[in-house]
């Protein structure tokens, strides 16, 4: 048979269309109806999806500067610190409080904030008895003042508007402490829900500086001295500003347990924080209630008010205010109704009193010593002025007590860990 041809090494090349490069495919055919390519973009690019419409976050509301505080976790003993044997690292404090009280330190920040140390108090259940625990009496509920039973010639509150058989410590603190964060003028301790050992309470975050009175007690827990701050720059506007927003949020939350030693002064920062803030949120007004110490309760209605909280509240719906004290998804306890609704009342008499204060060119603009020396001249009505009265009159050897305590006076400058009281 004749040989086969020999087979070529490789495929000759397909023919050459005009205006194709070699190895180029030839161009699809456009089709009919087909969308011409974006303009400005390069025919290789795929055009980018159009964003999607942002919304505002669920704690924002539309319209406002207003943000519903986050609730913050429960916090639990599986979330405390633990030393090296897996033991919670908290450790009772000695006695000296109402209440039963634990230095705890946890994995994360309390009430929101980045402090992981806190105070942590026994916040009695629905249901609980307070009598006795809480410095509540029985007959709570009362809009009276009893004699004290120490001394009968004196008159103390009898905490009339909390509910002694259902107090619910621990929702008031926290709610106080959302209303701070909702207002934006952080001056109150960090506060959440917390379950130490089986018993469940609220942990107060721990804060810098010292109280502007420090109380010191024997073995009994009689009063011996009383230690007073002297805030060396108590004519900052830091100091000014947090004083008077302090007794702001004292007033919307009926606070009546405000005193010195619940109100620690930071050198470092210029501010203040209450702490131990669980007897608030009663059922009274300024007018009818009493307390332990200096609360906005009975300072009543502050005259001066930083411009800048003030325009807060006036752009504050009630929705809004409600939101910020109402018990939230997770709570454990949380305010009744007739305890929110009362505060709602001070709320509308606060924004009704900056409304007057704006008409009349009232509002603080800025803090000076002009503010001091009218904060000062007002001790019955302002934080700022009853604690330099109290530093003042200490000073000049005329603040007496009728248990016969002594007073000291010391100047502000070291850090110190803020102690219940």
Same mark, same amino acid.
Request: neutral net charge; aromatic residues 4%; proline residues 7%.
């Given at each position: ?6 087979? &070529?090494?490789? @495929? $000759? /090349? #397909? %023919? *050459?269309?005009? +205006?194709q490069? &070699?190895g180029? @495919? $030839? /161009? #699809? %055919? *456009?089709?009919p +109806?087909?969308?011409p390519?974006l303009p400005g973009?390069p025919q ?5 999806a159009?964003?999607?419409?942002t919304t ?6 539309p319209?406002t500067a207003?943000q519903v505080?986050?609730?913050a ?5 599986k979330d405390?610190k633990?030393?090296?044997f ?7 404090l000695k006695?000296?409080t109402k209440n039963e009280v634990?230095?705890?330190e946890?994995k994360?920040g309390?009430?929101g904030?980045t402090e992981t140390?806190g105070?942590?108090k ?8 307070a009598?006795?625990k ?7 509920g009362?809009?009276q003042?009893r004699p004290s039973k120490?001394?009968p010639?004196k008159m ?5 508007a909390?509910?002694?058989?259902d107090?619910?410590?621990a929702a008031?603190a ?6 701070d964060?909702?207002?934006g ?9 917390a379950?130490?050992k089986?018993q469940?309470g609220?942990?107060?975050a721990m ?11 024997d073995k009994?827990?009689?009063?011996v001295s009383?230690d007073l701050?002297?805030v ?14 302090l007794?702001?949020?004292?007033y ?5 347990d405000?005193?010195g ?6 050198p470092?920062?210029g501010?203040v924080k209450g702490i131990d803030n669980d007897l ?6 300024h007018?009818s209630?009493?307390g332990?110490g200096?609360?906005a309760a009975?300072?009543?209605l ?15 719906s009630e929705d809004?205010f409600?939101a910020?004290?109402?018990?939230q ?5 949380g305010l009744?109704?007739a305890?929110?609704d009362k505060?709602v009342?001070r709320?509308?008499k ?9 008409k009349?060119g009232l509002?603080?603009q800025?803090w000076?010593d ?5 904060a000062c001249?007002d001790?019955d009505g302002?934080?700022l002025?009853?604690?330099e ?6 000073g ?6 009728a248990?016969g305590?002594?007073e000291?006076?010391t100047?502000?400058?070291r850090?110190?860990?803020?102690r219940?009281?």
């Amino acid at each position: 048979m004749p040989g086969l041809p020999p087979i &070529p090494q490789r @495929m $000759p /090349p #397909l %023919p *050459q269309r005009p +205006g194709q490069g &070699p190895g180029m @495919m $030839p /161009p #699809l %055919p *456009q089709i009919p +109806g087909m969308m011409p390519p974006l303009p400005g973009l390069p025919q290789n690019q795929a055009a980018q999806a159009p964003a999607r419409p942002t919304t505002a976050a669920p704690t924002q509301r539309p319209g406002t500067a207003f943000q519903v505080p986050a609730a913050a976790p429960v916090l639990s003993d599986k979330d405390e610190k633990k030393d090296f044997f897996g033991q919670s690292t908290a450790k009772k404090l000695k006695a000296g409080t109402k209440n039963e009280v634990s230095k705890v330190e946890y994995k994360q920040g309390i009430g929101g904030g980045t402090e992981t140390k806190g105070f942590w108090k026994v916040g009695q259940t629905e249901g609980a008895s307070a009598a006795g625990k809480t410095g509540i009496d029985k007959e709570a509920g009362q809009d009276q003042m009893r004699p004290s039973k120490k001394d009968p010639t004196k008159m103390v509150s009898n905490f009339e508007a909390v509910e002694a058989q259902d107090p619910r410590m621990a929702a008031r603190a926290v709610a106080t402490s959302r209303l701070d964060k909702a207002l934006g003028t952080n001056v109150i301790a960090d506060e959440a829900f917390a379950h130490h050992k089986g018993q469940l309470g609220n942990v107060s975050a721990m804060v810098g500086g010292r109280a502007l009175v420090e109380n010191k007690t024997d073995k009994k827990g009689e009063l011996v001295s009383q230690d007073l701050a002297q805030v060396e720059d108590a004519k900052s506007a830091e100091y000014q500003r947090a004083m008077a927003n302090l007794g702001v949020v004292d007033y919307l939350s009926g606070q009546v347990d405000r005193h010195g030693g619940n109100i620690f002064y930071d050198p470092k920062t210029g501010g203040v924080k209450g702490i131990d803030n669980d007897l608030a949120f009663g059922q009274w007004d300024h007018q009818s209630a009493s307390g332990t110490g200096y609360g906005a309760a009975l300072c009543g209605l502050p005259k001066q008010i930083d411009a800048a909280t003030a325009n807060v509240i006036r752009d504050m719906s009630e929705d809004d205010f409600r939101a910020s004290i109402a018990p939230q998804n997770g709570d454990p306890q949380g305010l009744h109704k007739a305890e929110i609704d009362k505060a709602v009342e001070r709320f509308h008499k606060m924004k009704l009193h900056i409304a007057n204060l704006r008409k009349q060119g009232l509002l603080v603009q800025q803090w000076d010593d002009q503010t001091y020396a009218d904060a000062c001249n007002d001790v019955d009505g302002s934080y700022l002025g009853k604690h330099e009265d109290m530093v003042a009159t200490a000073g000049q050897g005329r603040l007496g007590s009728a248990d016969g305590s002594a007073e000291t006076v010391t100047k502000v400058g070291r850090q110190q860990d803020r102690r219940p009281t």
